[in-house]
């Protein structure tokens, strides 16, 4: 199994990013793939989730109107694309696999419980100057 993260960088607030989180290894519509963010001193925490079988998404409240993930199922590539970000959006961005649980157990899990998920990348780190 491989998920490789990338797309960050350093970038101006009020600027925009594209993060790509590409896979292989695994039955890609048989899982969600989620993205997830660390910054130094604070927990992991979730920013946006898809299921790749029927592109249903999760977001954040705190990226809400700003990010829009999507996947290329052809690529088994997920993007998170990132608009007018934040400094406090600085952090590694971590992508992750989770074998969908349906739809209840997703949408509980999706972007709360990073420990259920099977598979992750190393991350990529996402800058954000004022």
């Known amino acids: 199994v491989q998920i490789v993260e990338s797309g960050g960088g350093l970038v101006q607030a009020g600027g925009s990013l594209r993060l790509s989180c590409a896979t292989s290894?695994?039955?890609?519509?048989?899982?969600?793939i989620g993205w997830f963010r660390q910054a130094p001193g604070k927990e992991r925490e979730g920013v946006s989730c898809?299921?790749?079988?029927?592109?249903?998404?999760l977001y954040a409240d705190s990226v809400k109107g700003r990010f829009t993930i999507s996947s290329d199922n052809a690529k088994n590539t997920v993007y998170l694309q990132m608009n007018s970000l934040k400094p406090e959006d600085t952090a590694v961005y971590y992508c992750?696999?989770?074998?969908?649980?349906?739809?209840?157990?997703?949408?509980?899990?999706?972007?709360?419980?990073?420990?259920?998920?099977?598979?992750w990348g190393q991350g990529t780190q996402v800058t954000v100057s004022s």
């Open positions: 992750g696999a989770l074998y969908y649980p349906g739809p209840t157990t997703y949408r509980e899990y999706g972007l709360r419980h990073p420990h259920e998920y099977d598979y």
């Open positions: 290894g695994f039955a890609f519509e048989d899982y969600a």
């Open positions: 898809i299921n790749n079988s029927d592109e249903d998404t």
